[in-house]
């Protein structure tokens, strides 16, 4: 019996564990909280044992397979990767870089050593046909970063911990455990919030569990928290309650803010938007009164049409109260790898509009295309079509709008190769399925995480089981492809990667003193991902510059078994700003183009009935269906509807309804409920397992569900972003 500290690598929070594990049978005993770690203390939710099952599920894969004559055959790692290659090869060579298309998954940002040498997958593949969940998540949030503070990855993240007033708009932390808000225990954090005095006010379609625990919900109609965050500025402009302290000299473009605001008032958005006028007002005043107030927005302000502009809104509205960039309000988290800046300022230009898709010529954003449009852009038929798929830890049968059409064009393919360790509704269609390593067989560093996180931290997860003889982890597996393709060794990538890192890291003016030799040396006790991990720690905030003396590298990090305080959230304005001088340049042309496509929209805001998602706290997207212990008890997978509707419709609860939409209907079991208001219903999604071929028998049997994205218009997108709209999509409903 050992006992290994770790972090739960399924969702955002990041909770510290203690598992119990004999090593020699390779058994866990038991997975259970860590009281010591200072960010959980404790606290875990039911998926805390997922990584667990998964390592025993018979079904996940453990060697590649190939699928012969429709079957699948087990074959050697040397036998795979020759074969992937050398098809891979001869497609780009012959039909261009483009000819194949990829698919990244959500898995991807919760494995540190995937995370780092995803830029070198990417670049020496560099596809323009380059699809992720991305597009299904937070890639207005992305956009919005990138126009205020110059860089997509740089989140504004709720200072929840020192806030007395808690806006929450479009999430459910309680279900969701937080994200771009890494938060454990959610629902502690938000009683903490009510314990010391403070409020907590949820606006979304449907009284959540977080609404349940909340001082107050205001039910707001999808899709147009564009227009009550307008008049929530207006308000702002109107009473002169414009307050932008310390960053006054900084920010750019309030007049054109107020501009647009006028156009949108409290009274003129009510119908709209389905919140009171006298709602907006006493929640506005409310706000600035409050001491350290922060409103914050997710997913469901992302995957809806206006996501860009609801999600710019959120930041505008935290700046104008004075709330940005100070604590308790919207903060920017400190990576402790993150690594110093280069002698010359980065000014970013904007990462979008490179190229166009084929069929819609519609803009890229970050180098990718709508995953919405995923299906026809496998189906083009013109010059330079697809003839390849990768997909990478991800599932956009089930994940992505359209995604019945995915399957029907990826079956056409020439070759589809797929980096997953499941056969589910789209690696079923491939011909090679490699899989990695699983959590327990590799270490991990929480990398993204530690960027969204409401207090600043590190932590280090150790390898729990070694890996049986000759498997590969997944960076190795992207490794492996890139040097065959290219006719390189992937020992030479491994000693770039540790080169380049090196090499960036001495042209900073902070290690000018160093050479690069010197720097890969310091951290040659460690080799692979946790040599350049060693790197960044060293060379980060709170690194020991190399020096070996005080201040963090990867050895103190492993040794801190219940992970790192590294304090609360700092100030970083204007320093963390790599926009053209250092300016905050609050009116993006781009963004406010955008918003006289919101003032169209008006008028038929509320056509119909309109569809939003909702998650449980037993799924993880598409991924976890196989596992018993989070499939069993009741359909999960139903249509909440308002009693309102469901008499009008001849819905009853417990039968079942048609739905509508995107060209297909599917039947689904209908829960009445007046959690959901009038005009809306919603359905989870990750479901539909009804595909005979996947490998996930549990999944298919238990509880197979109907996929919600075959029913969503999958042409609607946020334009700026090219987001797809899952959230107030039109849909219909009748009685079955
Ligand atoms: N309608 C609607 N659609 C949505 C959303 C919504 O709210 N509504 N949410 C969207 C969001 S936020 C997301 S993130 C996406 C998720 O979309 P995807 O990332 O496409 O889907 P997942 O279900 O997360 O699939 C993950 C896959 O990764 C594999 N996997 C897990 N861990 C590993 C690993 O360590 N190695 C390898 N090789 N494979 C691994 C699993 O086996 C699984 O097949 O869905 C999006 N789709
Ligand atoms: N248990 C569990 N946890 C997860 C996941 C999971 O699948 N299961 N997925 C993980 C992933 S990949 C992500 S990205 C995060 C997402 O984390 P969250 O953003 O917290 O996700 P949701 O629970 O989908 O919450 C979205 C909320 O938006 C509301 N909503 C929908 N449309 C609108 C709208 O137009 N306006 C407003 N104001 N609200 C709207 C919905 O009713 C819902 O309550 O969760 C992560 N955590
Ligand atoms: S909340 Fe997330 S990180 Fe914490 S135990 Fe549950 S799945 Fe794991
Ligand atoms: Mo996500």
Request: hydrophobic share 40%.
């Amino acid at each position: 019996m050992t006992l290994i500290h770790r972090s739960c690598p399924t969702c955002e929070a990041s909770c510290g564990l203690i598992l119990d594990v004999d090593e020699s049978s390779k058994q866990i005993l038991s997975i259970k909280g860590d009281p010591d770690d200072h960010r959980s203390k404790g606290y875990v939710c039911a998926k805390s044992q997922a990584f667990h099952y998964v390592y025993d599920d018979p079904e996940r894969l453990r060697r590649p397979v190939k699928k012969v004559n429709g079957a699948w055959q087990e074959i050697e790692w040397e036998q795979a990767l020759a074969e992937i290659a050398e098809k891979l090869s001869a497609i780009r060579n012959n039909h261009g870089k483009d000819a194949i298309a990829m698919y990244y998954g959500n898995p991807n940002g919760h494995n540190f050593s995937t995370m780092v040498y995803t830029q070198l997958f990417t670049q020496m593949l560099n596809t323009e046909r380059f699809f992720s969940a991305g597009a299904v998540d937070q890639q207005p949030k992305n956009l919005s970063s990138e126009l205020l503070y110059g860089n997509a990855w740089v989140f504004p993240i709720p200072d929840i911990q020192r806030s007395d007033f808690f806006v929450c708009m479009g999430g459910n932390p309680l279900v969701s455990q937080g994200s771009l808000m890494s938060a454990p225990n959610a629902e502690q954090q938000l009683s903490d919030i009510r314990e010391r005095g403070g409020k907590v006010v949820v606006i979304d379609p449907r009284r959540t569990e977080t609404a349940d625990i909340a001082d107050q919900h205001i039910f707001i109609k999808p899709g147009t928290d564009a227009y009550f965050l307008f008049a929530w500025a207006n308000i702002l402009f109107a009473e002169n309650k414009i307050k932008l302290g310390r960053l006054t000299d900084i920010v750019d473009g309030l007049a054109t803010v107020k501009a647009l605001a006028e156009q949108f008032t409290p009274e003129n958005t009510a119908a709209i938007t389905g919140v009171s006028a006298a709602q907006l007002h006493t929640l506005a005043e409310d706000f600035a009164n409050a001491r350290a107030p922060v409103i914050y927005g997710r997913i469901g302000l992302c995957t809806q049409e206006f996501g860009t502009i609801a999600s710019w809104l959120v930041d505008v509205i935290n700046l104008l109260n004075g709330r940005l960039d100070e604590p308790g309000g919207a903060m920017f988290p400190q990576a402790a790898t993150e690594l110093p800046p280069p002698p010359t300022p980065v000014v970013n230009e904007l990462g979008r509009d490179r190229f166009k898709t084929r069929v819609r010529n519609f803009p890229e954003y970050m180098g990718m295309m709508p995953a919405s449009f995923m299906a026809e852009e496998l189906a083009y038929d013109g010059d330079n079509k697809a003839r390849a798929l990768i997909t990478v830890a991800g599932n956009p049968v089930l994940s992505v709008p359209n995604g019945e059409a995915i399957r029907e064009a990826a079956e056409k393919l020439e070759l589809i190769v797929a980096l997953d360790f499941y056969i589910n509704e789209t690696t079923s269609l491939a011909d090679y399925i490699l899989p990695s390593t699983s959590q327990l067989e590799h270490s991990n560093y929480d990398f993204l995480f530690q960027t969204t996180a409401v207090r600043n931290f590190a932590r280090y997860s150790p390898t729990v089981f070694e890996p049986e003889a000759g498997a590969l982890h997944q960076y190795e597996i992207m490794t492996e492809l890139v040097a065959r393709i290219n006719g390189m060794q992937a020992a030479d990538l491994h000693a770039m990667m540790a080169e380049g890192l090196a090499g960036q890291i001495v042209s900073s003016a902070r290690f000018a003193h160093l050479t690069a030799e010197q720097i890969n040396s310091t951290c040659d006790a460690h080799s692979g991902p946790d040599k350049l991990l060693d790197m960044m720690l060293r060379a980060g905030p709170h690194g020991d510059q190399f020096t070996d003396g005080e201040g963090l590298n990867l050895n103190k990090v492993k040794a801190a078994e219940h992970g790192l305080d590294l304090g609360p959230l700092e100030p970083r304005l204007p320093d963390i700003l790599q926009t053209k001088d250092k300016r905050l340049n609050i009116a993006p042309p781009l963004i406010i183009d955008d918003v006289s496509r919101l003032q169209k929209a008006a008028a038929t805001a509320n056509d119909g009935l309109r569809l939003i998602g909702r998650r449980h706290i037993r799924d993880m997207n598409s991924w976890l269906h196989n596992i018993n212990q989070y499939v069993r008890g009741k359909n999960r997978c139903t249509l909440l509807v308002n009693p309102e509707d469901a008499n009008r419709l001849g819905l009853k609860d417990g039968g079942n309804a048609r739905v509508k939409g995107a060209g297909r209907e599917a039947t689904v079991e209908v829960s009445v409920s007046d959690s959901i208001m009038p005009g809306v219903v919603s359905l989870p999604h990750g479901f539909g397992h009804r595909y005979n071929d996947t490998g996930q028998s549990t999944a298919k049997e238990k509880l197979p569900g109907v996929s919600c994205n075959d029913l969503i218009d999958w042409t609607v997108l946020d334009e700026p972003s090219g987001t797809s709209v899952v959230n107030g999509a039109k849909i219909e409903v009748s009685a079955a």
